[in-house]
């Protein structure tokens, strides 16, 4: 049974780093064919794709956020923790990170943490 | 930003069939990359829903559907059920940019 569970602050200030860990059991992301991934959702907005981090420590990041995402894993700890610089009030939003299936064409995320909101302000 | 563009909202009565679209590009769907569906109930977490274009994982019912067709991909849901109403978002992944994962930009679906 793979479950995952964010975790993290609750409230930064502008320009601050956040900083947001990904608890995982139920499977190895040392294991061939696997990634998590870290997604976020603005109050009544669409889903937005951050960062992935796949078994053999490859990563990804979104285009408009690279510069400010950094994705690592340790894997005895079974954990993903996603950094993200200078946070403004945009970034107020609930951040899930996800369980990603491999594939040669069809890469999916079959399982997802509960997210954890993540407001923004002075 | 979104590369895949979903209608906002959709809406049907009980018993009817409802589609929604996710029109992607050259660099995404049309490039042979696979599309995805997750259903995001109120207040919860987003659930997958269709896998590799038509694939239905284990307990989502045969009411959802999913199909690719060039640079774009549907989702049918037929006998529309009051639990249905719900966000719906389609995934993919885009090779430009060194590659990335992409989000549509969800359609609400409305239970008349």
């Known amino acids: 049974q793979i479950t995952l569970k964010e975790s993290g602050p609750t409230l930064v200030k502008p320009t601050q780093t956040l900083t947001l860990t990904c608890t995982f059991s139920?499977?190895?992301?040392?294991?061939?064919?696997?990634?998590v991934g870290w997604i976020r959702q603005p109050p009544g907005k669409a889903l937005e794709w951050l960062a992935l981090?796949?078994?053999?420590?490859?990563?990804r990041y979104s285009p408009s956020l690279k510069s400010r995402l950094t994705i690592t894993k340790d894997t005895s700890k079974n954990q993903v923790v996603l950094t993200m610089t200078n946070m403004d009030p945009v970034d107020t939003a609930t951040y899930y990170c996800?369980?990603?299936?491999?594939?040669?064409?069809?890469?999916?995320?079959?399982?997802w943490g509960q997210g954890t909101l993540v407001t923004v302000s002075s | 930003q979104s590369v895949l563009t979903q209608p906002p909202s959709v809406s049907g009565a009980p018993g009817q069939r409802v589609t929604i679209s996710c029109t992607g590009s050259?660099?995404?769907?049309?490039?042979?990359?696979?599309v995805h569906w997750y259903q995001q109930l109120p207040g919860t977490a987003p659930k997958l829903l269709i896998y590799?274009?038509?694939n239905r994982p284990s307990g989502v019912p045969d009411r959802f559907s999913g199909s690719k067709s060039g640079t774009s991909a549907s989702l049918a849901i037929t006998g529309l059920q009051a639990e249905d109403e719900a966000d719906y978002y389609c995934?993919?992944?885009?090779?430009?940019?060194?590659?990335?994962?992409?989000f549509g930009t969800g359609t609400k679906v409305t239970v008349l």
């Open positions: 139920g499977f190895s992301l040392s294991t061939s064919g696997v990634g």
């Open positions: 995934q993919s992944y885009d090779s430009s940019l060194s590659g990335h994962y992409v």
């Open positions: 590799g274009n038509s």
């Open positions: 996800a369980h990603l299936l491999v594939g040669a064409t069809t890469d999916y995320f079959d399982y």
């Open positions: 981090i796949y078994w053999d420590d490859d990563k």
């Open positions: 050259s660099s995404n769907i049309g490039a042979g990359y696979d």
